[in-house]
């Protein structure tokens, strides 16, 4: 008798998850090994007068965070998370990592034995007594079940234009991660698994941080030369961060598509560098901004950065990485935010 169908849930359907479904949805029916059918968990609103779960499943489209784009009708929205991810073999959380935790709660007790999760999220997770821990780790440790990451240089909405691209995905687990490429990969969007995990989401989170240095500098006026010193400083406290806490990865790592490419997209497209732009400019606070540029769409950078200050402050490393906590300083308006330069200037590298 053959082996059952494995069936695949995505836990969330912001820009990047709908952008992962639109793949999926016309990748699965390639394979006889996965269902046809995928779940997708909306977190329910109402838009234009209509449910967005209403929406997407009678037009196929996420008209809020993926206008412009069909997806397959195997691609069905579920307002219950519950509902979503029973007897899901694999789950896929694409969610704004500030709402992992309580979705993770929610589904504890529902979980498939022998699934395993996948975390598209780029941030850390932060517990009530304010300890700092990867996402991976968090949803390992909440749902019982193994958790690989996917990380890269992609902007959704050109991801979903299907324009050329890549990405990493950190699985130790050679079956598992072979999975997860056969789901994702397209002639467009071409995949490398690495097992270097840990380092791989660390990446992904951190390199928000710079794209908000980033864009401070463009907000301050300074040109190319500036930003590209901001990007190599930046990349040089993701690489000390790695190895401080991270040791005994393959150095190549950085060279992946999660590490310098992720990170130069990030500097020069990306809603990060364009708040932080903005938030220069006008003067006006991140939340407003948020609220105001990026039409329900969640920031990563500013609290990135408060999570990496206070992982860096239990470790009474705060010191060895003044990139990252200049920006958490600005974004709480601690420091003006030309002390970025300062944080350039002095910074150990020149020491
Ligand atoms: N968008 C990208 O280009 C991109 C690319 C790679 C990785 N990522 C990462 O993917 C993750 C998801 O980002 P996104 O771009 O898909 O999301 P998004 O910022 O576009 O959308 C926000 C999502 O959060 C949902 N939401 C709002 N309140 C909620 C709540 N209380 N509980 C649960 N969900 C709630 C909204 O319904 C919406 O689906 C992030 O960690 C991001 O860093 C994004």
Redesign the pocket.
């Known amino acids: 008798m053959s082996d059952p169908l494995k069936r695949v849930a995505i836990v ?6 709908s952008t992962i479904a639109k793949i999926i949805g016309n990748n699965i029916v390639k394979f006889n090994t996965f269902e046809n059918e995928v779940r997708m968990y909306v ?1 329910e ?1 109402m838009v234009d007068g209509r449910k967005l779960t209403e929406i997407i499943n009678e037009e196929h489209e996420n008209t809020k ?1 993926l206008p412009g784009h069909k997806f397959t009708p195997n691609i069905v929205a579920y307002a219950d998370v519950v509902e979503t991810v029973k007897d899901a073999d694999i789950l896929l959380f ?4 500030q ?1 992992v935790e309580r ?1 993770c709660n929610a589904i504890k007790s529902h979980v498939k034995p022998g699934a395993f999760a996948v975390s ?4 850390f997770y932060v517990g009530k007594d304010n300890t700092v821990e990867l996402l991976s780790t968090a949803i390992t440790r909440l749902l019982e079940i193994p958790c690989y990451v996917v990380m890269g240089a ?3 909405s050109e991801v979903a234009s299907g324009t050329f691209c890549e990405a990493t995905v950190g699985a130790r687990n050679y079956e598992h991660g072979q999975m997860v490429k056969g789901l994702l990969q397209t002639e467009e969007f071409r995949i490398v698994i690495k097992p270097d995990t840990e380092v791989i989401e660390v990446l992904g989170a951190l390199k928000n941080i710079v794209a908000v240095a980033a864009g401070f500098s463009d907000g301050l006026g300074y040109g190319d030369n500036t930003k590209a010193a901001v990007i190599r400083l930046g990349l040089k406290e993701m690489v000390k961060f790695c190895e401080e806490f991270f040791p005994g990865h393959h150095p190549h790592i950085f060279l992946e598509s999660c590490g310098v490419a992720d990170l130069v997209t990030t500097c020069y497209g990306g809603r990060n560098r364009k708040v932080a732009a903005a938030f220069v400019k006008t003067g006006k606070d991140i939340k407003t901004l948020e609220a105001e540029m990026l039409n ?3 920031l ?1 950078g500013p609290d990135a950065a408060a999570e990496v200050k206070e992982w860096l402050k239990e470790k009474g490393q705060a010191n060895k990485f003044p990139l990252f906590t200049a920006v958490h300083d600005i974004c709480e308006r601690r420091i003006e935010p030309t002390a970025l330069i300062d944080a350039l200037r002095y910074h150990p590298e020149f020491w």
């Open positions: 969330g359907s912001g820009n990047w998850g977190y609103e965070y694409i969610l704004p990592h709402f979705t598209f999220s780029k941030g992609n902007i959704a329900g769409q969640k990563q």
